[in-house]
């Protein structure tokens, strides 16, 4: 459950924006390889936040007075990692559990789901975190965090990484998160360093390229590119203030290709709300790519090459609007690494966002190619 394309401070954003295989978890060294099974580059290395997500199974009340819940792996990396494997990517995830149950259980949860989790590694002495929401549909999903007295995932340090794994990776994904504190500030800088900006993103034609959005037959100018990509994911109750935030989102913007982000997150990053204006901002702190959703106004993406491609949401009866924003990641990473035209990409990620938010989970709610096809088709998820 973590993330999702709105703009409050809860539950970032509007409900129907979107705009807003691995083994088994096990405990090993950051180190143990630099790629997927047989040293092939993964699709989709994710690195940050992990933890329990607890959904009341009771919809429209306050946690007061629910009754049961659901338990989810949760963490928006994680998820992303999820919902791009369930496109039929490999995908891995560096992040940090504490050694307990909770832990065991996110670890096996990334095997099921097809998600490597060999650099999941588990901290003496701090508890896996635990994340309760409300769902009040369509637009209200306040979020409480338990990650006292330190997340572990806030622990990864630059010398336990596998550099050479994360810098062979198509896509590289990080998170604003990350950046809350040290040694995973440090850790975070120094992998967004091995990449560089040494892969710039290619043109993206604001056009949408033939073939099936389900297929993962890679078509387009992108298509063999690496990308990495920044998401703002701006908590507030993880920083002293916007303005110490700002300081390393500017850090990691000059090492990314790609920056996403709402309007609340794009204002924290470059002191802009407004659309266009911060997309342009995004573009002169470094990357190549820059992705605003804009709640009911859907997204919009802008190239530094000059496409643009603006596409609105998809209409959905909202259940849960969390998890539909790393739902819209996940396939987001999917469409660059396919090739695909922009305003190709930003359908589809709109597409396999509402599918999401017309669930009630997020980590087991993410789509699989037919469905986000079908809702494609459809014009409604």
Not at 138 to 159: I, Q, V
Not at 253 to 277: F, K, Q, S, Y
Not at 358 to 369: D, E, I
Request: net charge negative.
């Amino acid at each position: 459950m973590d993330e999702a394309p709105y703009g409050s401070e809860d539950s970032r954003g509007y409900n129907s924006a979107y705009g807003s295989e691995g083994g088994r978890g096990h405990d090993c060294a950051y180190g143990a390889a630099s790629g997927g099974e047989g040293g092939a580059a993964y699709d989709l290395i994710t690195m940050g936040r992990i933890g329990v997500d607890l959904y009341p199974l009771q919809t429209g009340v306050s946690l007061a007075k629910v009754s049961s819940f659901g338990k989810f792996l949760g963490g928006s990396p994680s998820n992303v990692a999820v919902a791009a494997a369930r496109l039929g990517r490999r995908t891995a995830v560096v992040t940090r559990t504490g050694r307990d149950p909770f832990g065991e259980y996110l670890r096996t949860e990334l095997g099921e789901f097809g998600v490597d989790a060999r650099w999941v590694t588990p901290v003496d002495g701090l508890p896996t975190p635990v994340t309760f929401c409300e769902v009040f549909p369509p637009d209200d999903f306040p979020l409480y965090f338990y990650r006292l007295p330190k997340a572990p995932d806030l622990e990864l340090r630059e010398g336990e990484l596998d550099l050479a794994a994360i810098g062979a990776a198509r896509i590289f994904w990080v998170t604003g998160t990350g950046l809350c504190a040290e040694p995973s500030r440090g850790a975070t800088l120094a992998a967004l360093g091995v990449r560089g900006g040494s892969f710039p993103t290619p043109p993206l034609p604001a056009v949408t390229l033939g073939g099936s959005a389900a297929g993962l037959r890679e078509d387009g100018p992108a298509a063999g590119r690496r990308f990495t990509v920044f998401d703002l994911d701006w908590r507030p109750m993880f920083w002293e203030a916007p303005e110490v935030a700002r300081t390393y989102y500017c850090e990691a913007l000059r090492h990314a290709t790609v920056a996403v982000g709402n309007i609340d997150e794009c204002e924290v990053a470059t002191g802009e709300r407004e659309p266009r204006a911060a997309a342009e901002a995004l573009l002169a702190a470094g990357v190549e790519l820059a992705v605003v959703k804009q709640g009911p106004k859907g997204v919009l993406a802008v190239h530094r090459d000059g496409a643009v491609a603006e596409v609105p949401p998809v209409p959905v009866d909202v259940v849960n609007g969390l998890g539909a924003g790393d739902a819209f990641g996940g396939a987001l990473c999917h469409g660059l690494l396919a090739g695909w035209g922009l305003e190709r990409v930003m359908r589809y990620a709109n597409a396999a966002g509402a599918i999401v938010a017309s669930r009630l989970a997020c980590s087991s709610a993410m789509p699989y190619p037919a469905e986000v096809e079908r809702v494609l088709e459809g014009g409604r998820a």
